[in-house]
């Protein structure tokens, strides 16, 4: 133990810097070495499902993590049908971006499903949705049909199979990593992965 004492300091920091990085390994999967070409910014992904609970209690930590992120890094919401039933909700998301409305039902879609228990699992139920908040109803289901949502509905099916997504939440991270709320032991913890993967890239 008095071998131990005679350690410098910087070299004390330096084993427990090694510390953290090896366990921190445990908290994310690095899926491949290439990152992401669709932007020359950072990107972190995240694949949800309105319907998913898990998802819906992950929203403040993603908001945290998105509201702190610097210029040289973006955050991209995809949501993501891996069952058939799932895809009305990934093209109420779409619908809801091209309108313009994204930022402000975002959450309250997730809080009518999971709070006031509404599924929303019907476009008559959606209509009456957007009704009730005050939105042209008609305009939202004739852009939820249109060809463009399709498309869009079509390019988030293609990142979740290179991704190799099977289940929701999941955040990419530039198209190299992988984590998600399984892979750590709280919320706060897995915004502190996210923090050390965008550095990584950074560095890269």
């Given amino acids: 133990?008095?071998?131990?004492?005679?350690?410098?300091?910087?070299?004390?920091?330096?084993?427990?810097?090694?510390?953290?990085?090896?366990?921190?390994?445990?908290?994310?999967?690095?899926?491949?070495?290439?990152?992401?070409?669709?932007?020359?910014?950072i990107v972190i992904y995240e694949f949800f499902w309105y319907g998913c609970p898990h998802c819906y209690s992950m929203e403040p930590t993603i908001n945290d993590i998105e509201s702190n992120l610097d210029k040289d890094t973006i955050l991209?919401?995809?949501?993501?049908?891996?069952?058939?039933?799932?895809?009305?909700?990934?093209?109420?998301?779409?619908?809801?971006?091209?309108?313009?409305?994204?930022?402000?039902?975002?959450?309250?879609?997730?809080?009518?499903?999971?709070?006031?228990?509404n599924r929303l699992d019907t476009q008559e139920k959606l209509a009456d949705f957007i009704k009730t908040e005050g939105y042209d109803a008609d305009k939202f289901l004739s852009?939820?049909?249109?060809f463009g949502t399709e498309i869009r509905?079509?390019?988030?099916?293609?990142l979740a199979n290179q991704y190799q997504?099977?289940?929701?939440?999941?955040?990419?991270?530039?198209?190299?990593?992988?984590?998600?709320g399984s892979h750590v032991s709280s919320y706060q913890e897995l915004y502190d992965v996210v923090q050390l993967l965008i550095?990584?890239?950074?560095?890269?």
Avoid at 3 to 23: G, T
Avoid at 77 to 101: C, G
Avoid at 143 to 146: A, D, G, Q, T, V
Avoid at 168 to 180: E, F
């Fill in 199 to 204: 550095d990584k890239e950074r560095l890269n």
């Fill in 153 to 158: 509905i079509k390019k988030a099916s293609r």
């Fill in 143 to 146: 852009i939820l049909n249109s």
């Fill in 1 to 41: 133990m008095r071998i131990l004492s005679f350690i410098p300091i910087a070299l004390a920091l330096s084993i427990s810097n090694i510390a953290i990085s090896s366990d921190s390994l445990h908290k994310y999967t690095q899926i491949s070495n290439q990152a992401q070409t669709e932007s020359d910014k």
């Fill in 76 to 117: 991209v919401k995809i949501p993501v049908a891996l069952r058939d039933s799932w895809e009305l909700h990934a093209k109420v998301y779409y619908t809801l971006q091209q309108m313009k409305l994204d930022d402000n039902l975002h959450e309250k879609v997730f809080a009518e499903i999971h709070v006031n228990g």
């Fill in 165 to 180: 997504i099977k289940s929701v939440p999941a955040l990419i991270i530039n198209g190299k990593y992988k984590t998600s």
